[in-house]
């Protein structure tokens, strides 16, 4: 069996698992719930089983790989990773019809799979060329589906109902997965999975130490996707908003 | 352990620690940060103070985090308001609320977060690496997005962006942004749950006894 279809039969045994637990413990102290959020029971559980996968198995291994890997070959294998995925990044530039932007993406795609030596050297970084960061979730939103429920993927981790559609189409286009497809080797995905989580290392404390680590992690993912799909130029929080609600007895209805 | 060794040994760091806090303060004054600057002016030279002193004395601080966060005190606190932080981050919890209390839990929070961030700072290795940009966007006479860049290890840019207000007399930041996260967003919701759920004073005694850093979701479980 190919390894992405084992995965997704994997997510959808686990999400069927945690849909009959989160029906079971219907009717908790919640209060109302979060706008973004309306799955959190849901999402809640979800979160507990990546935790667990991960504290188990996941982290330890990233740490180990971390620790036993030579610090350029840990760069040179991430900037393979990031290669083979960047073509969902030129594919979704193309889709949104930034043509300029496209240019480039495919520039700097073309540079390092050749001078790069297949993309283990970052060579577009070092010659100045911006690194673009678009994928489907991104893409359908800039074609008007804005708003989207906060939905944890099993595995996945942090994701919208929208973006987590927009993993589907990415099997097509995503390098690593055409390669594992084709070859029938599975090292590009370890190489990715290990990648991604020796990158989340660092933010490790950050989440342990947060009052609760499943908003944290949902208040900051939230932010920083929309921080994404507008390209930087998202807005302020509502201050005024924050601040009216410790002012005024009515601000708020709750 | 006699009692003795113990009281020798309390002394002698009591006052290895103040002669450290002095040397510290001495070096305050020979940089002159315009604490009244504008806003763009003010982060810049509040950055470039800040990594010209952990070029200067890294390898003490790699050794003690204690003066580290002293010296993160002495030139980047007057650049915050963290009271007013903190009403943000309170909302409608703040309602009713003395300014003492207020006060009290700005300033724990802030502990907490030099606690956990300050060494943090030490993995940047030069100040060329934070560029401040020139102001864009929408500011207004009373509130001004700072903008800067970070380069890291790998060649990226991290984009971290400083919310400033006009105060009585002068600018000071209230929220920072990382790439797009609000720290003032991020904790008026996860306080908002807990203190929901336990009230502002035991949430208030939790965070200063450093209580709320522990992983909350495993002992649920």
């Known amino acids: 069996m190919h390894v992405p279809v084992l995965l997704k039969k994997l997510t959808l045994i686990v999400v069927t698992a945690i849909m009959l637990s989160a029906c079971a413990s219907q009717g908790g102290t919640h209060n109302e719930p979060h706008p973004d959020d309306p799955w959190e029971g849901f999402n809640r559980g979800v979160w507990a089983f990546n935790r667990g996968l991960d504290k188990a198995i996941v982290k330890p291994i990233a740490q180990g790989y971390h620790y036993v890997t030579p610090n350029f070959i840990e760069q040179g294998i991430s900037n393979f990773v990031d290669n083979l995925l960047y073509t969902v990044t030129v594919a979704n530039l193309l889709l949104q019809g930034r043509f300029d932007d496209f240019g480039t993406a495919l520039g700097r795609l073309v540079l390092n799979s050749t001078f790069g030596l297949g993309g283990f050297v970052d060579v577009a970084t070092v010659e100045g060329i911006t690194r673009h960061d678009e994928d489907f979730g991104q893409t359908f939103a800039v074609w008007g589906w804005k708003d989207s429920p906060y939905l944890m993927l099993p595995f996945l981790g942090p994701s919208t109902l929208r973006d987590g559609i927009g993993r589907i189409p990415e099997i097509w286009i995503d390098g690593g997965d055409i390669v594992v497809r084709k070859t029938d080797r599975i090292e590009p995905l370890i190489a990715t999975i290990l990648d991604a989580r020796v990158s989340l290392l660092p933010r490790d404390d950050e989440i342990d130490e947060a009052v609760d680590s499943y908003l944290f992690v949902r208040d900051a993912w939230l932010q920083n996707r929309r921080f994404k799909i507008s390209n930087g130029n998202n807005d302020l929080p509502d201050y005024e908003f924050f601040l009216d609600e410790g002012e005024s007895p009515d601000a708020t209805q709750d | ?221």
């Open chain 2, 1 to 221: 352990m006699s009692i003795d060794t113990n009281i020798e040994r309390f002394r002698r760091s009591m006052l290895i620690s103040l002669l450290l806090i002095s040397a510290v303060c001495g070096n305050a004054h020979a940089a002159d940060i315009n604490y009244q600057a504008e806003p763009v002016e003010l982060v810049r030279q509040v950055s470039e103070e800040l990594f010209e002193r952990i070029d200067s004395h890294r390898a003490v601080y790699e050794q003690d985090q204690q003066q580290l966060e002293q010296m993160i005190r002495e030139v980047f606190l007057p650049l915050l308001n963290e009271r007013f932080s903190a009403r943000l981050i309170l909302g409608k919890h703040s309602r009713g609320l003395s300014d003492t209390q207020i006060n009290d839990f700005a300033d724990a929070l802030m502990n907490q977060l030099l606690g956990s961030y300050a060494s943090g700072l030490l993995e940047f290795e030069s100040r060329d690496q934070v560029q401040v940009l020139p102001l864009r966007g929408d500011n207004s006479e009373r509130m001004t997005r700072v903008q800067t860049r970070i380069t890291l290890d790998s060649g990226e840019k991290a984009p971290v962006d400083y919310v400033l207000r006009k105060f009585d007399d002068r600018w000071q930041a209230f929220d920072v942004i990382v790439e797009g996260i609000s720290y003032v967003a991020t904790y008026r919701n996860q306080f908002n749950e807990e203190i929901s759920a336990d009230g502002f004073d035991q949430v208030l005694q939790r965070l200063q006894k450093g209580e709320l850093q522990l992983e909350k979701a495993n002992d649920d479980d």
